[in-house]
């Protein structure tokens, strides 16, 4: 038998730098996702050919409160994710941070409240739009607005898309600062 | 800093060695009394115990606001004594799907709280403990988006009932049913205090975990 001291304590940063990688990706397809989906409600303009006494015959995502709101959040958190890129690559390259690792926790939990926030009273006023409510005289408007809704909804897929990745990503962060 | 620091921190435990023809020749038992760690370790068992009695008491609180905010928002009933041509007289929360969603999004973030309290009274017992702390953040993170969509739906509904919109033709129903509107309103501002907490339970629990 040699002698010998066996020595604890130092876990191999080679799992990190996969986590960190991952996480790098998934950003970016994050950022895809809310960036399309934000860019497709700011476009919406429908205006339809015929004129009616009662309702109006353009629809914008400004005419909805909820949607204005949506467009202002997905602006936000896609300019966060595109910014938050840059902590990603400082963990790819160092990956024993762990301070900037948790303040990039924080800052992604913040993101995604938003983010979910802004999409789900969207989603709120789209499935109005759709189905109408016809205890409270709520008439549903997309049988008129036909391209507005269906824009209207392929956005939200775009953002809901981001909120999982987003999801992906603290779940990553946790796994990462878990592993030393 | 701290990162570094706990990279150089390290135990040696020594291995006793056999008698050998080189024994004379072999080097003495290395003891490394690893004082610094032993002397850090009860500060980090006090700080990580500190952060999981924080935990036990914002999900006693988140509690307390989403089964608040189930209860308020399920238990509307308003009935309208007159009678109109135009609207029904009787204001219920099933009669919005979004509400609906409400009450069951609260109520199941209310059970999971429950049932996560055991969970986070290990986290106090045993400050070290990973596993339950990784499971209390995955859950915690998939509870987040749930109780800001039931917030934030709900929320798009009320502030809908309150001004109306006259581009869709939607009128405002809060000035008829003015009690239901109050207490649907409530109920709403209770579910955006959970989602907070919940935020705030990922990153204690994420705080928590590091420097293992």
Redesign the interface.
């Given at each position: 038998?040699?002698?010998?001291?066996?020595?604890?304590?130092?876990a191999p940063p080679a799992a990190n730098r996969g986590i960190a990688i991952l996480d790098f990706f998934l950003r970016l397809i994050a950022i895809t996702g809310t960036l399309a989906g934000a860019i497709a409600m700011a476009t919406t303009n429908q205006t339809l050919p015929f004129f009616s006494r009662?309702?109006?015959f353009r629809?914008k995502f400004n005419?909805?409160?909820?949607l204005a709101f949506f467009v202002v959040a997905s602006s936000i958190v896609s300019a966060y994710l595109i910014l938050s890129l840059a902590l990603s690559v400082l963990h790819i390259v160092k990956a024993?941070?762990?301070?900037s690792?948790?303040l990039l926790?924080?800052l992604d939990?913040?993101a995604?409240?938003l983010l979910?926030?802004?999409?789900?009273?969207?989603?709120?006023?789209v499935?109005?739009?759709h189905?109408g409510?016809n205890?409270?005289?709520?008439?549903a408007?997309c049988q008129q607005y036909n391209s507005f809704c269906k824009r209207v909804s392929g956005s939200l897929i775009g953002s809901y898309a981001g909120?999982l990745v987003l999801?992906l990503l603290?779940?990553l962060?946790?796994?990462a600062?878990?592993?030393? | 800093m701290d990162s570094t620091h706990s990279t150089k921190e390290s135990t040696q435990i020594p291995i006793p060695m056999t008698e050998s023809k080189s024994a004379k020749t072999a080097p003495p038992p290395v003891v490394v009394a690893a004082t610094k760690k032993a002397a850090q370790r009860p500060l980090v068992t006090r700080w990580k115990r500190g952060l999981g009695i924080f935990d036990f008491i914002l999900r006693i609180c988140a509690i307390a606001a989403a089964l608040a905010a189930a209860t308020a928002m399920g238990t509307t009933n308003q009935q309208l004594p007159f009678f109109t041509q135009f609207f029904q007289f009787k204001a219920d929360y099933n009669d919005l799907p979004a509400f609906t969603f409400f009450v069951i999004a609260n109520a199941t973030a209310g059970a999971y709280l429950v049932l996560s309290l055991p969970f986070s009274i290990v986290c106090i017992v045993r400050p070290h403990i990973v596993g339950a702390r990784l499971m209390l953040i995955v859950f915690d993170t998939i509870a987040v988006p749930l109780i800001t969509a039931a917030a934030s739906a709900a929320a798009s509904i009320v502030y809908l009932a309150h001004n109306g919109n006259s581009n869709a033709n939607w009128a405002a129903i809060c000035q008829q049913f003015d009690d239901f509107c109050q207490r649907v309103s409530g109920a709403v501002v209770a579910s955006f205090i959970t989602a907070v907490i919940f935020m705030v339970l990922v990153v204690v629990s994420a705080v928590a975990l590091r420097r293992n």
């Open positions: 038998m040699k002698v010998g001291a066996v020595k604890l304590g130092v009662f309702v109006r629809a005419d909805l409160p909820s024993n941070a762990v301070n690792r948790v926790l924080l939990t913040a995604m409240g979910m926030a802004g999409s789900s009273a969207a989603a709120a006023i499935q109005l739009a189905e409510i205890k409270v005289n709520w008439f408007i909120v999801i603290i779940l962060s946790g796994v600062l878990s592993r030393r | -």
